[in-house]
């Protein structure tokens, strides 16, 4: 014995000091072949091959632990457009909740006295839901004068297509006040689809004016 360990059992010697030509290189050895179990030996060692060791090394690189704690960033990007298309903005949901007025015709029970049927004019409605709304407005009165409106409508009542209730709020250009604001009062009904609606209200006698039928239509573009 030399003091160089070896391997008496598998029938051979493994030099781990030799430094010439022969030396074995445990660590090229140990990348390209895998050894069996209990032995240490270069004859009991079984060469792999190089193409392999390689493509077991890319797939590790590619299954790394970097790999899989990489955020995916597309899903939150994907949260964001999905959230923003569910959160309509402000004036999207007031312009699809608005609609125009459009004030035409009435019709007035005393038909003696000439008043104006032709009741032409424009407004806005905004509505809160199906059964509320508010809304101003313009048209030629019964007296040929120019009025202004503004009032609160609601229909809590359903029958089939139709909505009724009532509506309040004010008016001027009538005999009253001087010709300035007034409060009104009138029962009224609608049908109204997704795009077009068309209401009706009745507004009893008052000073020197007939009771009276008014009709509007109404559009939403949205």
């Known amino acids: 014995m030399d003091g160089r360990p070896s391997d008496t059992a598998a029938g051979g010697s493994l ?3 030799r430094s010439d030509s022969s030396q074995i290189n445990l660590y090229g050895l140990l990348a390209d072949a895998q050894p069996v179990p209990g032995s240490l030996t270069k004859d009991a060692l079984i060469p792999r091959p190089r193409a392999e060791a390689d493509a077991t090394y890319t797939v590790k690189a590619d299954i790394g632990p970097a790999d899989r704690t990489k955020p995916d960033n597309t899903k939150p990007n994907a949260l964001k ?3 923003k ?3 309509p903005s402000f004036l999207s949901k007031i312009a699809a909740n608005t609609w125009l007025q459009i004030n035409g015709a009435s019709y007035h029970f005393d038909r003696g006295r000439g008043f104006n049927e032709r009741n032409f004019g424009l407004g806005v409605m905004y509505k ?3 059964d509320k709304a508010v809304a101003v407005g313009q048209y030629k ?3 040929y004068k120019t009025s202004h409106y503004a009032y609160f409508d609601y229909e809590p009542l359903k029958m089939g297509p139709v909505r009724a209730g009532a509506l309040a709020g004010v008016v001027d ?3 009253f006040n001087n010709g300035g604001f007034i409060p009104m ?3 009224t009904a609608s049908i109204e689809g997704k795009h077009l609606g068309v209401s009706a209200f ?3 006698p008052m000073k020197n004016v007939s009771s009276v039928v008014g009709f509007q239509a109404r559009f939403k573009f949205w």
Do not use: R
């Open 173 to 175: 250009g009538y005999y």
């Open 185 to 187: 009062v009138a029962p």
């Open 202 to 204: 009745y507004i009893p």
């Open 81 to 83: 457009a999905d959230e």
């Open 15 to 17: 030099d781990l000091a």
């Open 128 to 130: 809160f839901s199906d």
């Open 85 to 87: 298309d569910s959160h």
């Open 141 to 143: 009165n019964s007296i």
